[in-house]
Nanobody, 122 residues
């Protein structure tokens, strides 16, 4: 089975930084896309950033210039460097991976971590 474990969340002051990590383990053959989503209380989960296997990245407009997504393919790990944090960044952040467990698998599957809490205070 595939397991995603997020880490690095916590309580910080506005303007400070956090670095989130997500390590994928288990029967992963190939990872195509890794990303971060977040969900605040009473709101739907939203895209924060994604990174493709070739290194191309996408960011939500609200985090452009402040957040940076990166990946270490050798470790099957994705990172999210969050700088200049704002109160509105407070949410549970979820790691997302799209991949296959085998070359024979005909479709790509989404995998999700359990989430890590990020709280930004003034």
């Amino acid at each position: 089975q595939v397991q995603l474990v997020e880490s690095g969340g916590g309580l910080v002051q506005a303007g400070e930084s956090l670095r989130l990590s997500c390590a994928a383990s288990g029967s992963i053959f190939s990872i195509y896309v890794m990303g971060w989503y977040r969900q605040a209380p009473g709101k739907q989960r939203e895209l924060v950033a994604t990174i493709f296997n070739g290194g191309n990245t996408n960011y939500a407009d609200s985090v452009k210039g402040r957040f940076t997504i990166s990946r270490d393919n050798a470790k099957n790990t994705v990172y999210l460097q969050m700088n200049s944090l704002k109160l509105e960044d407070t949410a549970v952040y979820y790691c997302n991976v799209q991949g296959r467990t085998s070359v024979r698998e005909p479709s790509i599957t989404d995998y999700w971590g359990r989430g890590t809490q990020v709280t930004v205070s003034s």
